[in-house]
């Protein structure tokens, strides 16, 4: 092979092979979107975060309007009824408020009550003692009327010792005339009317 030969062909070799490398690389193959059976399962796990959202929801929901309704019962519970002067029969409004305690004990067969029998301070200690448990006696006959068990009620009398309003005026006395109602046992167990233990 001649020298003028070789040279050439050595020429064109570099030639091509640097043609060759001035060539861009091939672009990136175009991104493809998901598959109809990627985008059916997206859309499966997406309803059920969804559902399982509204669930949790619902449930909270539900917890919540349970709490309240119990704390509405134990209100009615520790509501305080009121007596007439030198009294101990169950005034008219005051049957209204026991007929709600009723529902919510019928309910709620494991919360025993303390009834305390007040009064307001005219009166002799001795009487006033008296009456005070005369009012609290009233009430537990009144709620075992309804068949609940007496078991469940424990009395007691403050008289006057315990006064609601420490003044000396109709006002005050007829809010001092008084029965209070403190939860002693199965507080946590509160159920509102119409729903079982």
């Known amino acids: 092979m001649n020298h003028r030969t070789f040279v050439v062909t050595a020429l064109a070799a570099v030639l091509f092979l ?7 690389p091939p672009p990136p193959p175009e991104p493809t979107g998901p598959t109809p059976e990627e985008l059916a399962e997206a859309q499966r796990i997406a309803d059920s975060i969804a559902a399982e959202a509204a669930r949790l929801e619902a449930e909270l929901a539900a917890e919540r309007a349970a709490r309240e309704a119990r704390e509405r019962a134990r209100a009615v519970l520790t509501q305080r009824i009121h007596f007439d002067f030198d009294m101990s029969e169950i005034r008219p409004d005051a049957e209204q408020i026991l007929r709600q305690k009723v529902e919510i004990l019928r309910a709620s067969p494991n919360v025993h009550i303390r009834i305390e029998g007040h009064c307001d301070e005219r009166g002799s200690n001795e009487y006033n003692d008296a009456l005070g448990n005369r009012r609290a006696q009233a009430v537990v006959d009144y709620l075992t009327g309804f068949g609940l068990d007496s078991s469940r009620f424990a009395t007691v ?38 729903r079982s233990p």
């Open 18 to 24: 640097g043609a060759c490398r001035r060539e861009p």
């Open 157 to 194: 009398s403050f008289g006057e010792d315990r006064p609601l309003v420490r003044e000396s005026n109709e006002e005050a006395w007829a809010m001092n005339r008084r029965a209070e109602f403190i939860i002693t046992a199965g507080e946590g167990d509160i159920n509102p009317p119409g």
